[in-house]
């Protein structure tokens, strides 16, 4: 997850829209991210024509994308166990979702292995 603390500033004069340049897309999907998300909305430089390239580098092997998230400049850990609850509606390419970050990340490590079982790996 990026935050940048710009999701309080939303429908307002302060509210910026930064963006990822491909290099730092390409250097996630090198190592190996499953989601990718933000406070903000988007990952795109609006001021070239890029055609959504980030969206479609993210999305074309398989990584999700989540925007415009609220209070991640809430969270005290660096690290969280994060799920997303979408809409449960087949043949959607995008929807609301509920995210939840769970502190510490013990407390999600505990989550998953009642969800997903004891054997669940996790990576440092």
Do not use: Q
Not at 63 to 91: C, W, Y
């Amino acid at each position: 997850m990026i935050r940048t603390g710009l999701s309080r500033h939303y429908l307002t004069a302060k509210y910026r829209r930064p963006y990822l340049e491909t290099e730092a897309v390409d250097w996630l999907i090198d190592r190996g991210i499953k989601a990718l998300g933000t406070d903000c909305s988007g990952f795109e430089n609006r001021a070239v024509e890029s055609n959504e390239v980030n969206h479609r580098k993210l999305l074309g092997r398989g990584i999700l994308i989540i925007e415009d998230m609220n209070n991640l400049d809430l969270l005290k850990e660096e690290r969280v166990f994060f799920f997303a609850l979408p809409l449960p509606i087949d043949g959607l390419d995008a929807c609301w979702i509920r995210p939840i970050a769970v502190e510490p990340i013990d407390a999600g490590r505990r989550l998953a292995e009642i969800f997903l079982g004891s054997e669940t790996l996790w990576e440092n």
